[in-house]
Nanobody, 114 residues
């Protein structure tokens, strides 16, 4: 069982930046970030596997960057040029050897004011 602990959410003005962190308690086979806004389904934001395989949702390309520190078993999501529509609970997820997202963090609130 892998536990994920997120941190770094908060309140920021539009155009500002935040960095989210997700620390894993064990080995993972890929990690990602998802978000859920009020009244909406959970949506994919970004994912990373290995040191260089990354992919992003279209709505964050050029604004968000996912990275990882393997030694610290931590994944980061640097969020720049934030918009009010980025307001959501952001959750970290990790894959097991089947390459499915089976581990989830508790989520961290990101609120972007206009």
């Amino acid at each position: 069982q892998v536990q994920l602990v997120e941190s770094g959410g908060g309140l920021v003005q539009a155009g500002g930046s935040l960095r989210l962190s997700c620390a894993a308690s064990g080995r993972t086979y890929g990690m990602g970030w998802f978000r859920r806004s009020p009244g909406k389904e959970r949506e994919f934001v970004a994912a990373i596997r290995g040191s260089s395989s990354v992919n992003y949702a279209d709505f964050v390309k050029g604004r968000f960057t996912i990275s990882r520190d393997n030694a610290a078993k931590t994944v980061y999501l640097q969020m720049n040029s934030l918009k009010p529509e980025d307001t959501a609970v952001y959750s970290c997820a990790a894959k097991d050897p089947s390459l499915k997202y089976v581990y989830w963090g508790q989520g961290t609130q990101v609120t972007v004011s206009s």
